[in-house]
Nanobody
């Protein structure tokens, strides 16, 4: 399974970005998909996850109410809409795929990873 993220960039505090993650080489509709992020000097942390169908989601407390994860199984793509961005959201953002059942929030539970896309929130 090959995952490719896009949509990162530089944005001012309070701004928005939408990240995309395109999957290939597997059965995308059978994967639980997650977004994680890693800031310099910090461990990789969970951001959001979505189930196969897209009707169940989970978020880290730090992004709840600001970020929305969604997926389009016809396009083999998962999205992360990020609103009201803060400087502390600055990090490399990764998408990941899990072939199990149920939402996962630990990085070690995900088998496949993209290369990451940089999100920088600064004025």
């Amino acid at each position: 399974v090959h995952l490719v993220e896009s949509g990162g960039g530089l944005v001012q505090p309070g701004g928005s970005l939408r990240l995309s993650c395109a999957a290939s080489g597997g059965t995308f509709s059978r994967y639980v998909m997650g977004w994680f992020r890693q800031a310099p000097g910090k461990e990789r942390e969970f951001v959001a996850a979505i189930n196969w169908i897209g009707d169940d989601t989970r978020y880290a407390d730090s992004v709840k109410g600001r970020f929305t994860i969604s997926r389009d199984n016809a396009k083999n793509t998962v999205y992360l809409q990020m609103n009201s961005l803060k400087p502390e959201d600055t990090a490399v953002h990764y998408c990941a795929a899990n072939t199990g059942v149920g939402l996962r929030t630990s990085a070690w539970e995900y088998e496949y990873w993209g290369q990451g896309t940089q999100v920088t929130v600064s004025s």
